[in-house]
């Protein structure tokens, strides 16, 4: 007895579509979440690493108005903006 191609097997069991796998589709949500997540704590660590150093400088050289920290800050928000646009244009 051979069976027919279009016909199927009872004794095996139901695959799903590769499109429909549940599983699949749910750990492709979780690395993205996990990734874009990483991407925003890079941002946040660049950023306050500039405004902590700016801090830092503007107290050490007794500033009247937080130059340092304002220069640092701007610095810190363009290179944290540049590398999220290079990791998102690196897929």
Known sequence: MQSDPGQSNP???DKPARDDDPIKKTTEQTRS???YSG???QMLGTIGLGVWAGMKLDEWQHNPRPIW???????????????FI??????
């Open 39 to 41: 991407i925003a704590f």
């Open 86 to 91: 290079r990791q998102l244009t690196k897929k």
């Open 11 to 13: 004794n095996e069991p």
């Open 69 to 83: 920290t304002i220069v640092l800050s701007l610095t810190a928000i363009g290179a944290s903006l540049y590398l």
């Open 33 to 35: 979440f996990a990734e």
